[in-house]
């Protein structure tokens, strides 16, 4: 089955204390990408990845580091994690930047709350 | 730059009677547009999209869209709501991978 797999589903975590959130495709998507959700808000995208070891910001990257090591991967780390992180995140591929592939598929996303 | 801007954050309906949720849009090219679906404590899915065929596009579960071109809008409607359309509806603008979500519209169903 086609899908996007985000690993945990829900986490608590405290200031300051690294953490990841993984984010898996079987699609053999090129393109990668993070958001977060809140409410209000919409979605914000944090990083994206056009293919391995290419990588850029989006709109809210502060905070937050990627790495696209390989094409089925693109893990979301928390350096530092604050509470204004505390946010839904969701991880989306999609099949690259021609106009009719850009059709996104997500995660079930990852809800981060930090103390 | 684009933008897009859904013009009602709550919609309300009954069940059975029709469902209009209004989207427009800003970008200097021709974009694709999409509609997404969450339902509480789940991902996004994909409800339709538009990408420059045809311009009113049919989607899952009896939803449809009109792009206007001239309107800049692209409405996502539906002849007669069920209970299980109750959801957040997302209106995107996609010009190559950059994807600009909606704030989101909430449809509540009334049995």
């Known amino acids: 089955e086609a899908q996007v797999t985000q690993n945990p589903r829900y986490l608590i975590t405290v200031t300051g204390k690294k953490l990841t959130v993984t984010c898996s495709q079987n699609?053999?998507?090129?393109?990668m990408s993070w958001y977060r959700q809140d409410p209000g808000l919409g979605l914000r995208q944090i990083y994206y990845s056009m293919n391995v070891e290419v990588t850029d910001k989006g709109d809210v990257p502060e905070g937050y580091k990627v790495s696209r090591k390989e094409k089925r991967n693109f893990p979301l780390i928390l350096e530092s994690p604050s509470p204004n992180q505390t946010s839904l995140y969701f991880c989306?591929?999609?099949?690259?930047?021609?106009?009719?592939?850009?059709?996104?598929?997500f995660g079930q996303g990852t809800r981060l709350t930090v103390v | 730059a684009q933008s897009v801007t859904q013009l009602d954050s709550h919609v309300s309906v009954s069940e059975g009677t029709p469902v209009l949720l209004r989207c427009n849009y800003s970008s200097s090219y021709s974009p694709s547009l999409f509609w997404y679906v969450q339902h509480p404590n789940k991902g996004l899915q994909l409800l339709l999209k538009y990408t420059s065929a045809a311009t009113l596009v049919k989607g899952i579960n009896g939803f449809e869209a009109e792009f206007k071109k001239s309107e800049t809008s692209f409405h996502l409607t539906k002849p007669s709501a069920h209970m299980s359309d109750a959801a957040e509806y997302f209106c995107?603008?996609?010009?190559?991978?950059?994807?600009?979500f909606g704030a989101g519209t909430r449809l509540t169903v009334k049995p």
């Open positions: 989306a591929s999609s099949l690259g930047i021609n106009r009719d592939r850009t059709e996104a598929f």
């Open positions: 995107v603008v996609s010009l190559s991978n950059d994807m600009r």
């Open positions: 699609m053999n998507h090129e393109y």
